[in-house]
């Protein structure tokens, strides 16, 4: 049960958000809809699908509630990742 929750947490949560992220930092209103859309899609389409294959079955969550979860974590990835950047100065000559 560890390995199959650490799978999870670690495979497509934790990919999708790191390469939208990757692709678009610096760029708030499109990573906040690509996340949405991106979330959306997990939740509503392949959560289903892990459900049927018995990868896992949701118990104490609604697909609504994880899908509100994941989108806040991105949302607090972007501001945590805002909050510890520090801007680069130019190197006086």
């Known amino acids: 049960m560890l390995f199959d929750a650490l799978a999870f947490i670690l495979g497509p949560f934790f990919t999708i958000n790191l390469w939208v992220f990757h692709f678009t930092y610096g760029k708030f209103p499109l990573y906040a809809t690509t996340n949405l859309i991106m979330d959306v899609i997990f939740t509503y389409l392949l959560t289903p699908l892990f459900e049927k294959i018995g990868h896992f079955k ?31 100065e130019p190197m006086e000559n």
């Open 58 to 88: 949701l118990k104490k969550f609604t697909r609504t509630g994880i899908l509100i979860l994941y989108y806040f974590l991105a949302l607090l990835n972007y501001g945590f990742q805002k909050y510890i950047e520090k801007p680069v």
